[in-house]
């Protein structure tokens, strides 16, 4: 169970507010010390207690760091950490608020189940499952489905080569 992860946003208070639209969640200025000047949180306020962290642009998590967090002057702008979050908000919703923020967003169909990507602040993905998406995302990593699950990925792992073979074929 997921209760909190960190990352970087170069305006951290506008993505933890978009944040919180997107989640109907609630954005509030994280503590400083121990957090660095302009950190937020976005509080879900669901039964697990679930936050996100935005940190400013250019803060890591670092070993030796006082508090922790330490600075990466070149930080990049793409990295491969991401999470896929469930909001109350439809599909049309998510896109709705999305487009308000200027964040890019497009609808992704993972073979196992859809989603929508959204990146966060033009740097951040984030992917959202509405309600009426996250049946098939339960069914396929739940307690039941992640028996069969070894055989589902290697069937869509065929799919998806012939198709690309198929394709390259044509």
């Not at 169970?1 to 919180?20: C, E, I, K, Y």
Request: charged share 20%; glycine share 10%.
């Amino acid at each position: 169970m997921l209760r909190h992860a960190s990352f970087a946003a170069r305006t951290p208070q506008v993505v933890a507010n978009g944040l919180a639209r997107l989640l109907r969640a609630r954005a509030l200025r994280a503590l400083n010390p121990p957090f660095p000047p302009g950190s937020w949180f976005v509080c879900l306020g669901d039964a697990q207690g679930t936050l996100l962290e935005v940190l400013p642009w250019g803060r890591v998590i670092e070993k030796n760091a006082a508090g922790g967090i330490g600075i990466d002057e070149a930080m990049r702008d793409r990295t491969s950490t991401h999470f896929l979050l469930q909001t109350p908000l439809s599909t049309t919703q998510i896109e709705t608020i999305a487009a308000e923020e200027g964040w890019e967003c497009a609808r992704m169909n993972a073979g196992l189940f859809q989603f929508t990507k959204v990146w966060v602040g033009g740097t951040f993905l984030v992917e959202l499952m509405s309600p009426e998406r996250a049946g098939a995302s339960t069914a396929t990593f739940g307690l039941e489905g992640v028996a069969a699950l070894d055989g589902r990925l290697r069937a869509l792992e065929r799919a998806i080569a012939e198709s690309r073979s198929v394709g390259a074929g044509a």
